[in-house]
């Protein structure tokens, strides 16, 4: 505790010489991706990977990964997250400490007596919840306890979140960040080429009665058996085999934590499998009428790929309609 408390003060006194020599270095390909708002964030956790030694796509990943928890989230403070870099955000109990009875403390002194998380990151003598240096500065000293080799930041990370649904993504996140090497990652692509026939129509909610009655999650692309189907965004294959509704169906989620559904195919591509990361255009299996019965059973419905989306949001995913993206995807690729 105090050795990482001396490494933060040695290094908040070099910051001022070390930060500004690294405002033009962009990593890998990052420097062919010109959205100034990623670039700005990318800086930061270069720079707090230069101060502290934790890998950038380490805490690129977390941002992410909070990001993506806020969206049906109200803001409570409109002006201070829109001042934000990053999306880190530490709640106030555990910011100033549990028995704090200011929970909004910003002295680090005070909230270093009541265990609190909050540190001063930037040298102003305020641990301020709301600035990105004080927030990224607390959330490494907590993970830093653990370590930050791979296994050692998974164990930090589960302590902090305590769930293992977070821990998984978070690290698919870390995974594809260190392989593209940039946070421009939301390019989407329509999931049927565009030299095959195809149709589709809004067949959200739909009744359904094999396996019981339930509605329709999701979008029927029909197409011709055989054809190729594509991934629609970056991201990591999480499931991919049998389920007796959908078939041979492969589960993908991407960088806005959408878990992307694919069923009815009847193959996948060669060597794909749970794990791997993809990108959007790329072929990850064909068009079938699998599904409706043991492994194996195909035919029962005309060839098509049904299409879901599901998003989380701290429980169980819950599925929304993927008809307007799809047609959104679709006029894009005409552009």
């Known amino acids: ?21 690294e405002t033009g270095f962009a990593k890998g390909s990052s420097a062919n991706h010109a959205d100034p708002l990623l670039q700005e964030r990318l800086q930061l956790f270069l720079r707090m990977e230069s101060l502290y ?11 992410q990964y909070e990001r993506t928890m806020k969206i049906r989230k109200k803001q409570t403070d409109n002006q201070a997250s829109s001042s ?4 880190v955000d530490i709640p106030s109990d555990r ?4 028995m ?6 910003t002295n680090p002194v005070s909230i270093q007596f009541f265990g609190g998380m909050g540190m001063d990151g930037d040298g102003d003598g305020l641990a301020d919840r709301n600035n990105d240096m004080d927030a990224l500065t607390s959330l490494i000293h907590f993970l830093a306890q653990y370590g930050f080799s791979q296994d050692d930041w998974q164990i930090g990370v589960w302590s902090y979140y305590q769930r293992d649904r977070s821990v998984k993504t978070i690290r698919q996140f870390a995974q594809v960040y260190e392989k593209y090497q940039h946070l421009q990652l939301d390019e989407r692509h329509f999931p049927i080429p565009a030299r095959y026939d195809y149709s589709y129509r809004s067949t959200w909610g739909d009744a359904r009665g094999w396996g019981g009655r339930r509605i329709h999650e999701g979008t029927d692309i029909f197409a011709r058996h055989g054809t190729p189907v594509l991934s629609t965004a970056y991201g990591v294959i999480e499931v991919i085999g049998w389920n ?7 589960g993908m989620r ?7 559904y694919f069923a009815h195919l009847s193959s996948f591509k060669k060597g794909l499998k749970p794990g791997d990361i993809v990108e959007p255009g790329q072929v990850i299996g064909y068009v079938g009428s699998s599904g409706y019965g043991k492994p194996g059973t195909s035919g029962k419905f005309p060839p098509h790929l049904h299409y879901g989306m599901y ?14 993206y799809l047609k959104r995807w679709e006029r894009q690729r005409k552009r």
Not at 1 to 21: E, G, H, K
Not at 244 to 250: E, F, Q, S, V
């Open 1 to 21: 505790m105090r050795v990482f408390r001396l490494i933060i003060q040695i290094s908040l006194c070099v910051a001022t010489v070390i930060l500004p020599l």
């Open 53 to 63: 030694g934790i890998p950038w796509n380490y805490l690129a990943a977390i941002d």
């Open 84 to 87: 934000r870099l990053t999306a």
């Open 95 to 98: 910011w100033a400490g549990s």
């Open 100 to 105: 704090n009875p200011d929970p909004d403390d």
């Open 244 to 250: 007796r509704y959908g078939g041979w169906r492969i």
């Open 254 to 260: 991407d960088m806005g934590n959408v878990y992307h």
């Open 311 to 324: 998003r989380e949001t701290g429980g169980a995913d819950w599925a929304f309609d993927p008809y307007p």
